[in-house]
């Protein structure tokens, strides 16, 4: 299963966010959204991502003043990137090595989508499970 596939299924919608928006929007943001992470654009570049993590991080450092600061002053800008052609199976093993749950989906420099590790996950679970069907439909068969 590749990246592209969830895609064309899950969809591209991306959710972002500017460097100068504050902690406090991104927060109320990611919850209306029911989301875990924002990718922070700057122009037509990914500058960033920021994740309910990170705005956790921000409150516990600064406490209530971090919600009027700067997305830029918190998110991660040492982003990974998954390209279209990339499977399931390296991305899982990427971000479970990484310890991250959201990567940036980028085509030739160009944001594209986003998958979460529960996309991921939701998808090697149906490969799963359709595999066991054709086992078990090939048993029967014999």
Known sequence: MLVSQILRTKGDTVFTIKPADTVGSV???????????????DAERVAGI??????????????AA????????FMTVNVL????????????????????????????ERLVGIVSIGDLVKWKISEVEAEADGLKAYIAAS
């Open 27 to 41: 927060a109320e943001l990611l919850h209306s959204r029911g989301i875990g992470a924002l990718v922070v654009m």
């Open 50 to 63: 920021v994740s309910e993590r990170d705005v956790v991080r921000a409150i516990a450092s600064q406490g």
């Open 66 to 73: 971090a919600m009027k600061r700067p997305v830029a002053d």
């Open 81 to 108: 990137f998954a390209d279209p052609g990339e499977t399931v199976d390296s991305l899982l093993s990427r971000m479970t090595d990484r310890r991250i749950r959201h990567l940036p989906v980028c085509k030739a």
